[in-house]
């Protein structure tokens, strides 16, 4: 089940994506990988970042959410957003293509998470990244149920399994951490 916030401007009381995506290293001429990326939260402000050179692609399951999120993009004039209509552990999006895959908070939806993750590996350039923000397993006044969380620890081992190599966990705000992998050779 997708835990998705309408509210963005509540949202952006306990979360900026901006700061998140700067921090996460997205950057002008990027080609982007939002997975479950929602009513565009991250995919808006990403495309934002790295310009008319670069690209955002957009994938998630709620049809709804992606046509909210395509009249929001074309209300403010982004053009360089390729969304598509699907469950992450279907689709391969592209093949070496990506700069960058982002998971902002929603690992712990994914019914098989390491197949998304493997997925995802063949979208990658050569020095891509992955990038995974997601709930601190632990109890906050709002977010999943506790028992769908993934711990620091538990979505590092999970990520590795997939075949990255985890360069950095960092805490992002106080109910969130963002881990930042590589590929390995």
């Known amino acids: 089940m997708q835990h998705t ?58 049809k709804e959410a992606l046509d909210e999120l395509r009249e929001q993009a074309a209300l403010v004039g982004l053009r360089n957003l390729r969304l598509k209509l699907a469950a992450a552990e279907d689709v391969v999006l592209c093949e070496k293509c990506a700069d960058m895959v982002f998971v902002g908070i929603a690992l712990h939806d994914f019914k098989d998470p390491l197949k998304v993750l493997q997925n995802v590996k063949r979208a990658f350039k050569t020095g891509g990244r992955l990038v995974n923000l997601d709930w601190k397993k632990e109890q906050t006044p709002f977010g999943p149920p506790l028992e769908i969380r993934f711990s620091e620890g538990e979505a590092v081992s999970l990520i590795e399994r997939a075949g990255f190599k985890v360069v950095s966990v960092k805490d992002s705000g106080p109910y969130h951490y963002i881990i930042s992998a590589n590929l390995l050779p």
């Open 5 to 62: 916030y309408r509210n963005e401007a509540e949202r952006r009381t306990w979360q900026n994506p901006e700061a998140i995506l700067a921090q996460a290293g997205v950057k002008a001429g990027d080609v982007v990988i939002d997975l479950a990326c929602g009513f565009g939260f991250f995919a808006i402000p990403a495309a934002k970042i790295v310009g008319s050179e670069g690209v955002i692609c957009g994938v998630d399951v709620d």
